[in-house]
Structure formats: C-alpha cells, structure tokens
Nanobody, 117 residues
Framework: QMQLVESGGGAVHPGESLTLSCAASGSSIGGVRMGWLRQATGKHREFVAQ???????TYADSMKARCTISRDDAKNTVYLQMNSLRPEDTAVYYCAGGRYIGNWNYWGQGTQVTVSS
C-alpha cells in the first residue's frame, strides 16, 4: 500500500512562495491521481489541486493563478508550488492519492504552512 510523506512546509510572509514535496513509498504513483488538500483550524478539509496520471491538472478557484502541481513518477514524488501566499492559505497541507474518480485512498500526515506578517 502507498505511504505518503510531505515536506517543505514552514512559515513565510505574505506574497512569498513555497514548494511542497510529497514522497511516495510502498508503491508507484504511476497510474494514480495525486493531489493536495488542506485544512485550516476550525475548517473542513478542502481541495487545493490535483494531477492525473497523464498530467491533467485541476485547481481550486482560490489557487488557480498561484499554484502549480506537478509530478515526477521516476522519483515517485509530487510537488505543489505556491506563489503569492496569503494569510488565509495558512493550513495543514496534505498529500493524497486516489485510484478512483472522486476518491482519495492514500493520505500523508500533513505539513504545516503558516503565512503571516
């Protein structure tokens, strides 16, 4: 079964950029839809971005112009580049994998992103 480990989170100032990484192990991400979701304190987990096995990307409206998801199947790794970060982007960011449409089957432990002055 697939295990996912996120890294790259941290504290940044508004307007700055951050790139998150998600390292998969246990199985290949090849053929698996990969994505990022986030959860801010007091809020439900929400979708951020995803990329299909063949490279089709989807983004949340709030992230479309500021976010790029990518995958490197050879490295078994998924990335999330975030630009122009805002305080409201503060959340725990989770990497996820899905083998079926509309479902997330595998989850990482999350990495904290804090955007503040």
């Amino acid at each position: 079964q697939m295990q996912l480990v996120e890294s790259g989170g941290g504290a940044v100032h508004p307007g700055e950029s951050l790139t998150l990484s998600c390292a998969a192990s246990g199985s290949s991400i090849g053929g698996v839809r990969m994505g990022w979701l986030r959860q801010a304190t007091g809020k439900h987990r929400e979708f951020v971005a995803q990329i299909t096995y063949d490279g089709i990307t989807t983004y949340a409206d709030s992230m479309k112009a500021r976010c790029t998801i990518s995958r490197d199947d050879a490295k078994n790794t998924v990335y999330l580049q975030m630009n122009s970060l805002r305080p409201e982007d503060t959340a725990v960011y989770y990497c996820a994998g899905g083998r079926y449409i509309g479902n997330w089957n595998y989850w990482g432990q999350g990495t904290q992103v804090t955007v503040s002055s």
